[in-house]
C-alpha cells in the first residue's frame, strides 16, 4: 500500500515512471516553492522542545503529535536512540536555540527490533571494514527508552534534563505510550 500522492510503485514495489525518485522530490520542491512564503521565523523552536524519534517513514510526528511548523526541533535516526550525535544536536538545540524540554519516542515494530550487533559484522564481511557506530539494537522496546531518558538526563553537556520524558508510538493505533523512567 502507497500513502505517497505523487508516485506509483509498480509490481515489485519499485517507484515507476520518468526519473529517478530524487528528481520528483525536486520537482514536487519546485512546486511548492512557487506559492512558498517566508513565515519570518528564526531557528528557535516556540514550543522550546526537541523530539527524538526513529526515522520510520509511518511516524508523521508533527501530525500526531499537533504540532505547527516553528514549533519543534525534530531529530531522528535509526531507532530514535539517545546516541553521541543525538547528544550532539540536543546540546545546540538547548544551548544555542533555547529548548527545555525533551521528548523522546520510540515505536512498535521498530527494525531494530530484529537486529543485532551481528550486522556490522556482516558489513564489515562484505565492505572489508567495520563500522565505527553501533548499531544500537535492542530487544525491549519500553527499555531502551528508558536507556535513552538515562543518556539525556546525565549527560553533562545538556542544561536541561529535568523535563525529559519518554513514549512509545504504536503504530496500528496511532496513541503513545508513556513510559516510566523507572
Request: overall charge negative; charged content about 25%.
Amino acid at each position: 500500500m502507497s500513502t505517497s500522492r505523487s508516485f506509483s510503485p509498480g509490481p515489485d514495489g519499485a517507484i515507476t515512471g520518468q526519473g529517478t525518485v530524487t528528481d520528483r522530490l525536486v520537482e514536487a520542491n519546485q512546486n511548492y516553492a512557487a506559492d512558498f512564503v517566508d513565515p519570518g521565523m528564526d531557528a528557535r523552536p516556540v514550543l522550546k522542545v526537541a523530539v527524538v524519534a526513529c526515522m520510520d517513514a509511518r511516524l508523521d510526528l508533527h501530525d500526531a503529535l499537533g504540532l505547527e511548523l516553528g514549533d519543534c526541533h525534530t531529530i531522528r535516526n535509526a531507532g530514535g536512540v539517545v546516541t553521541d550525535d543525538v547528544i550532539r544536536s540536543l546540546t545546540i538545540s538547548q544551548r544555542a536555540l533555547g529548548t527545555r524540554s525533551v521528548v523522546l519516542i520510540h515505536h512498535t515494530g521498530c527494525g531494530l527490533l530484529t537486529l543485532t550487533e551481528d550486522f556490522r559484522h556482516e558489513l564489515e564481511d562484505e565492505v572489508g571494514q567495520r563500522p565505527a557506530w553501533a548499531v544500537e539494537a535492542f530487544r525491549d522496546v519500553d527499555q531502551d527508552v528508558r536507556q535513552s531518558m538515562a543518556r539525556v538526563r546525565t549527560s553533562p553537556f545538556l542544561l536541561h534534563t529535568d523535563d525529559v520524558r519518554g513514549f512509545v508510538f504504536d503504530v496500528q493505533t496511532g496513541l503513545l505510550n508513556e513510559i516510566d523512567a523507572g
